[in-house]
């Protein structure tokens, strides 16, 4: 395997040369040409070689930087997921299932960002103009100032935003994409990295915001290669039911605000209307408290939120009894039954388990253990909750309760709506809030048999 050749240069104008010599012939200095060292001892058509690039400029940690400007929407729900506002020369990712309202979203955030002075562009590579118009004169929003196109060629559409000079420039969507230095097509793993390359550093070269659109697999996760996701600054997903109004904006990446944040929104006829208070439209539809059904006090990046549990346990007519979950995780379920089993002994065995969080809602917080411990053991004890009760805590293997971080905030969020009782773990500081009178209990066990009446304290 052939090593990169040592090279000369001359200190004094930088002239290279393949062998010493006492003289610069560029610049007429005598001994001031040196051998340079490679910098990798790899191929000669792939290493680096001899050939050096620029020095970079190099700061300490304690430099101060002004933050980045921001520009708001108007669009409260989406400024608050976006850190803030949108931050000029960034690149987001939004995905999301297919008609969930992805593009409705980004069309009416496209109309706002241009009603707030920032030059937008709409890009479509999956509908044509006429349809992305009639979408707009259907929202209202047919006197926006944004720009449309429907193109799928990257270097066209790349050729049109320096000519243009957007501030802000919307990518519908990076599956659709295509290169003519790329053979293969549309929507391949190579096209996807491609465009989005491409893309993200068109847009911090020129300081034009861009925001591309991405499909998601049967799993929910954004289609393609990961490092798509590793090339933007913010990852957004669009989550909701279509069964359900609701929908939620939830960022996993931002480098420019909190990750976990989200917005919500629901759909009505006239496109995406935002929701200030995301609780009271969750508990909306929660009528008569019954088994089953247990109010949970969340926290969703730096925003309180109360979510209804609901629980179903029922004689399994198979011999392999089922674990159905929506909207938690199915291996937490499993979890949760085997502590109430082994620590509190209330069996499942011979069981069907069903678990739902109302209103399309995803939770994976741990502080919800001990609502869906509440929610199991009512079910299968056919024993309600009061409706004025909120519960939260993380549940260990041992069956002891920890204590969750912002507590006060959940609180605060319960008194907002009426709640006036919180069951909650004995750990940690115990705020007081007006209106609220915090349970607090020591492990799953006392739990169960305090509560419910139930387990081998109970029988004790």
């Not at 012939?25 to 005598?30: D, I, L, P, S, V």
């Not at 929507?187 to 998601?216: D, M, N, P, W, Y």
């Not at 799993?219 to 798509?228: C, F, S, T, Y």
């Not at 088994?291 to 969703?300: D, M, N, R, T, Y």
Request: charged share 20%; proline share 5%; net charge neutral.
């Amino acid at each position: 395997m052939a090593k990169s050749k040592t090279q000369f240069t001359c200190s004094a104008c930088a002239a290279t040369y393949n062998k010493w010599s006492g003289r610069c012939e560029a610049c007429g200095e005598w001994n001031t040409i040196t051998e340079e060292a490679p910098f990798s001892a790899g191929p000669a058509g792939s290493s680096l070689g001899t050939t050096k690039g620029r020095t970079i400029e190099l700061s300490d940690l304690s430099t101060e930087e002004t933050p980045p400007p921001r520009t708001v929407s108007g669009v409260a729900e989406l400024d608050r997921v976006l850190g803030g506002g949108l931050v000029p020369a960034s690149a987001v990712l939004v995905g999301g299932d297919p008609g969930i309202g992805k593009s409705t979203l980004l069309l009416q955030a496209a109309a706002r960002f241009a009603r707030m002075g920032l030059k937008t562009i709409y890009v479509s590579g999956e509908e044509a103009s006429a349809q992305v118009r009639m979408r707009a004169q259907r929202l209202g929003l047919t006197e926006s100032p944004v720009k449309l196109a429907a193109e799928t060629n990257l270097r066209d559409i790349m050729t049109t935003l320096e000519a243009e000079r957007p501030q802000l420039a919307i990518i519908d969507s990076i599956q659709t994409m295509w290169s003519d230095t790329v053979s293969s097509a549309p929507g391949s793993v190579s096209q996807v990295r491609a465009a989005a390359h491409e893309l993200t550093a068109f847009a911090k070269r020129k300081g034009i915001a861009i925001i591309l659109v991405g499909h998601v697999t049967k799993e929910g996760q954004i289609a393609g290669p990961r490092v798509v996701e590793h090339m933007v600054d913010t990852v957004l997903y669009f989550e909701g039911e279509r069964g359900h109004q609701f929908r939620v904006l939830r960022a996993v990446k931002n480098r420019f605000g909190p990750a976990d944040e989200i917005g919500v929104f629901e759909m009505t006829g006239r496109g995406l209307a935002e929701v200030a208070n995301p609780s009271a439209l969750f508990l909306s539809d929660r009528g008569t408290p019954s088994p089953g059904s247990v109010v949970f006090a969340g926290i969703e990046g730096t925003r309180p939120v109360l979510v209804e549990f609901q629980a179903l346990v029922a004689p399994s007519p198979t011999p392999q009894a089922r674990r159905t979950v929506v909207g938690w995780d199915s291996g937490r379920l499993a979890m949760i039954l085997a502590v109430l089993e082994s620590r509190c002994d209330v069996p499942f065995a011979g069981l069907d388990v069903y678990l739902n969080v109302a209103g399309g809602m995803k939770v994976s917080e741990p502080a919800a253990d001990l609502a869906v411990a509440a929610a199991l053991v009512s079910a299968r004890e056919d024993s309600a909750l009061p409706a004025d009760t909120v519960v939260f805590g993380e549940i260990s293997l041992s069956g002891a309760l920890r204590s969750v971080s912002q507590t006060e905030n959940r609180l605060k969020e319960a008194q907002k709506l009426g709640f006036t009782t919180a069951l909650a773990p004995k750990g940690g500081k115990a705020p007081t809030v007006d209106g609220i009178t915090s349970n607090r209990v020591g492990d799953l066990a006392s739990f169960v048999s305090e509560v419910f009446g139930a387990g081998h304290k109970a029988k004790d």
